[in-house]
């Protein structure tokens, strides 16, 4: 019998209080100098920089990552918006955790969808167009290390690109409304690792892509959510993902802070984003 996964020995307990600014974090991203820094040359984004896009979802979505330039993915929830989607030319798909929990439940997003929900719409949505990259949300993982690791290899499964996994607490609310809650640091990162284990032990040497996505910006301000997200890459996160960042500028300076490492945000019509208007 194989050694169960350990999801917890790279992780080291820390309060969820913003630190001081004696702080001080590694600069880990996509260096090896760090003995509990995550890396797999595998997975380096050089070897994703050039050659003809793959067939392989998963793959061709590295590739998209690695290149110049942004990935745009529109939020799809079911086969008549991935369709519209698709049809309108955009490469990429995102499957909104919201969207689908109101499409498929007629529900809010207020944790009431399980794996199996968004599991099922995408297998689907997947089976449209089985090159086209669909990164798809994952909340919090659905419950604790075990449960993250087995969303991530039903995601995989169900042919999904990436998914991203997200600070806030088991009962969680949609990113674009107020009063939500987040875990400790050492929560959020536990759920990453076992994430990227969970990943790593798929046969076939998976391209499956990890995201961590943090709330914690309109909870505990943006030096937290900041280094919540060098502690994610750092735990081997592929790309990190800010959620309720308001002005372009204060995009602008969380991807400074976070390069190399490509990094996700929403852009829409809600009150607690950037609007496309902006750019």
Same mark, same amino acid.
């Given at each position: 019998?194989?050694?169960?996964?350990?999801?917890?020995?790279?992780?080291?307990?820390?309060?969820?209080?913003?630190?001081?600014?004696?702080?001080?974090?590694?600069?880990?991203?996509?260096?090896?100098?760090?003995?509990?820094?995550?890396?797999?040359?595998?997975?380096?984004?050089?070897?994703?920089?050039?050659?003809?896009?793959?067939?392989?979802?998963?793959?061709?979505?590295?590739?998209?990552?690695?290149?110049?330039?942004?990935?745009?993915?529109?939020?799809?929830?079911?086969?008549?918006? %991935?369709?519209? =989607?698709? *049809? !309108?030319?955009?490469?990429?798909?995102?499957?909104?955790?919201? +969207?689908? @929990?109101? &499409?498929?439940?007629?529900?809010?997003?207020?944790?009431?969808?399980?794996?199996?929900?968004?599991?099922?719409?995408?297998?689907?949505?997947?089976?449209?167009?089985?090159?086209?990259?669909?990164?798809?949300?994952?909340?919090?993982?659905?419950?604790?290390?075990?449960?993250?690791?087995?969303?991530?290899?039903?995601?995989?499964?169900?042919?999904?690109?990436?998914?991203?996994?997200?600070?806030?607490?088991?009962?969680?609310?949609?990113?674009?409304?107020?009063?939500?809650?987040?875990?400790?640091?050492?929560?959020?990162?536990?759920?990453?690792?076992? %994430?990227?284990? =969970?990943? *790593? !032990?798929?046969?076939?040497?998976?391209?499956?892509?990890?995201? +961590?996505? @943090?709330? &914690?910006?309109?909870?505990?301000?943006?030096?937290?959510?900041?280094?919540?997200?060098?502690?994610?890459?750092?735990?081997?996160?592929?790309?990190?993902?800010?959620?309720?960042?308001?002005?372009?500028?204060?995009?602008?300076?969380?991807?400074?802070?976070?390069?190399?490492?490509?990094?996700?945000?929403?852009?829409?019509?809600?009150?607690?984003?950037?609007?496309?208007?902006?750019?």
């Amino acid at each position: 019998m194989s050694p169960a996964l350990d999801y917890f020995s790279s992780t080291k307990p820390a309060p969820v209080q913003p630190q001081t600014e004696n702080t001080t974090i590694p600069n880990c991203l996509g260096t090896t100098s760090d003995d509990e820094t995550y890396y797999n040359a595998r997975l380096d984004p050089a070897n994703y920089s050039n050659g003809p896009l793959s067939s392989n979802s998963a793959t061709r979505l590295r590739q998209m990552l690695a290149r110049p330039g942004i990935v745009v993915a529109p939020g799809i929830c079911d086969g008549i918006s %991935a369709r519209c =989607a698709i *049809d !309108a030319g955009f490469d990429c798909l995102y499957q909104s955790g919201a +969207a689908t @929990t109101a &499409s498929r439940l007629g529900q809010p997003d207020l944790a009431i969808a399980t794996l199996n929900d968004f599991v099922g719409a995408a297998s689907m949505v997947c089976s449209i167009d089985p090159t086209m990259p669909v990164i798809a949300d994952a909340d919090t993982g659905f419950g604790g290390p075990t449960m993250v690791s087995r969303t991530v290899t039903q995601y995989a499964k169900a042919g999904v690109a990436a998914l991203h996994i997200e600070d806030q607490v088991q009962t969680k609310r949609c990113g674009h409304l107020l009063g939500k809650q987040v875990v400790s640091r050492d929560e959020f990162i536990t759920r990453v690792r076992a %994430a990227v284990l =969970a990943r *790593d !032990a798929i046969p076939g040497d998976s391209d499956f892509v990890i995201i +961590a996505r @943090t709330d &914690s910006a309109q909870v505990l301000g943006m030096e937290e959510a900041i280094i919540r997200l060098q502690l994610a890459a750092r735990a081997g996160a592929d790309v990190c993902f800010i959620e309720g960042v308001r002005t372009k500028e204060l995009l602008e300076s969380t991807v400074a802070a976070l390069a190399p490492k490509p990094v996700s945000h929403n852009v829409c019509l809600a009150a607690l984003c950037i609007s496309p208007a902006d750019f």
